[in-house]
Antibody, heavy 125, light 110 residues
Framework: EVQLVESGGGLVQPGGSLRLSCAAS????????MNWVRQAPGKGLEWVSY????????YYTDSVKGRFTISRDNAKNSLYLQMNSLRAEDTAIYYC??????????????????WGKGTTVTVSS | QSVLTQPPSASGTPGQRVTISCSGS????????VNWYQQLPGTAPKLLIY???QRPSGVPDRFSGSKSGTSASLAISGLQSEDEADYYC???????????FGGGTKLTVL
């Protein structure tokens, strides 16, 4: 079964740090780009960061640049998000999501097809 | 403020057909395909439509997607009570080098 399982969330004070993990199973993790997406309480989905299959390409949304670092370990089938200088507005459920490619057209089409159940991050004093 | 614009709510009665719109710009919907997600209360998003019109295996053919220019739509026919959920559109944005989402549409089955 294709599965993503996030962990590492919790309660942290403003200015603190957390490291989220996402364990992948049931597919060849090293062949896929991955994303982190978050959802603040009662709000919509917000893309946070992207990492290519080989880690050669990384992108962040503006609000986390310089504070968050995405990484992966293909040998361990794991994705990570190091979050520093946390703010109240970072409070959210954090989902990892696999990025798949539709090769039936050219240019190729991209979509996030497998999502974990999420891990909750609460930034509060 | 979400980059993609969706109506905050939609509703219909069982058996009806409802549509949810998603409006973007040339850097996202205008140059990329649209994906739709269904999020039931307390659960993770589930892929409903990819590449603007394609359904993953297991998604009923009551769900369909379309795209024209910088807008897209999700249609749900034969509405059922279990369709009550939040629906999000998403697209890659070439200017932002990332994914953008709509604000979500809460679908109520009356």
């Amino acid at each position: 079964e294709v599965q993503l399982v996030e962990s590492g969330g919790g309660l942290v004070q403003p200015g603190g740090s957390l490291r989220l993990s996402c364990a992948a199973s049931g597919f060849t993790f090293s062949s896929y780009s991955m994303n982190w997406v978050r959802q603040a309480p009662g709000k919509g989905l917000e893309w946070v960061s992207y990492i290519s299959s080989s880690s050669s390409t990384i992108y962040y949304t503006d609000s986390v640049k310089g504070r968050f670092t995405i990484s992966r370990d293909n040998a361990k089938n794991s994705l990570y998000l190091q979050m520093n200088s946390l703010r109240a507005e970072d409070t959210a459920i954090y989902y990892c999501a696999r990025e798949n490619i539709d090769y039936t057209n050219h240019p190729y089409y991209y979509y996030m097809d497998v999502w974990g159940k999420g891990t909750t991050v609460t930034v509060s004093s | 403020q979400s980059v993609l614009t969706q109506p905050p709510s939609a509703s219909g009665t069982p058996g009806q057909r409802v549509t949810i719109s998603c409006s973007g710009s040339s850097s996202n919907i205008g140059s990329n395909t649209v994906n739709w997600y269904q999020q039931l209360p307390g659960t993770a998003p589930k892929l409903l439509i990819y590449s603007s019109t394609q359904r993953p295996s297991g998604v009923p053919d009551r769900f369909s997607g379309s795209k024209s220019g910088t807008s897209a739509s999700l249609a749900i026919s034969g509405l059922q009570s279990e369709d009550e959920a939040d629906y999000y559109c998403a697209a890659r944005d070439d200017r932002l080098n990332g994914w953008v989402f709509g604000g979500g549409t809460k679908l109520t089955v009356l």
